[in-house]
């Protein structure tokens, strides 16, 4: 049922813009350059539509049960390392400095291809929310009270996130709403698809943000197959990451 909620709140808006943008064409283009120009427009808003159902499909399937998880002992050095570097070139661009610091033997229990979505989703939203000569840090390590879980730790120096709105951050299509992200755009989804990953592994997220001080997310992952999720917040405070 919310499945269907969504999907008809979120597709309503590209399925107006790709008609109004073909009855124009058709109504008013004159020559091939307006026809072709309105085929454009109208390709990128289809782009967006695919990019929409995409990503509901494998929400659905992930929170039904259906995405099952293919665990081994990820090395999260490794990871975190792959999907830092994909990140650099668009680090660049905005003028952003993206660093990473990883423990040697960094292991968790895990889906390698869920980790990378995770940490892709968190790098692509500091990415967004970090205006130009910000920071972003990535770091991994071993608990050193607890071996059996290890923590993730993704942080930037961006627009931060009021008291208000981290409540709901993880709400499938929540977007913080102000001056500063009004024109970024996106789905909405990316944080929804980090605490489902998280979940699915048995480990736990906290985040700290605050409003131009830039925000925290702070993972916590099982190494063994034999943890309870409850551990995982009492061994937070004893890692200095």
């Known amino acids: 049922r919310q499945f269907s909620t969504d999907v008809s709140h979120e597709l309503r808006t590209p399925l107006t813009a790709i008609r109004g943008q073909l009855e124009v064409a058709l109504l008013t283009a004159k020559s091939p350059e307006q026809y072709r120009e309105a085929m454009e427009n109208a390709l990128e808003d289809v782009e967006k539509l695919s990019s929409i159902v995409r990503a509901l499909l494998l929400l659905s399937q992930a929170e039904s049960g259906q995405l099952v998880l293919q665990k081994t002992l990820v090395n999260l050095e490794d990871v975190t390392a792959d999907v830092v570097e994909q990140f650099q070139i668009p680090a660049e661009e905005k003028g952003l400095t993206l660093t990473s610091l990883c423990e040697q033997g960094t292991f968790a229990l895990a889906d390698r291809t869920q980790i990378e979505r995770l940490l892709s989703n968190l790098l692509s939203n500091a990415i967004k929310y970090t205006p130009a000569g910000g920071t972003i840090n990535v770091r991994a390590a071993m608990d050193p009270e607890q071996r059996e879980w290890a923590r993730v730790v993704v942080e930037d120096s961006g627009v931060g996130i009021a008291p208000e709105d981290l409540p709901h951050i993880f709400d499938r299509f929540y977007r913080v709403r102000n001056p500063q992200t009004n024109k970024i755009e996106g789905l909405g989804l990316g944080l929804s698809f980090v605490a489902w990953i998280v979940s699915a592994h048995g480990g736990d997220i906290h985040v700290e943000s605050s409003p131009g001080k830039g925000s925290k997310f702070d993972i916590h992952l099982p190494a063994t197959p034999d ?15």
């Open 227 to 241: 943890v309870s999720p409850i551990a995982a917040e009492s061994s937070r405070e004893s890692v200095t990451l």
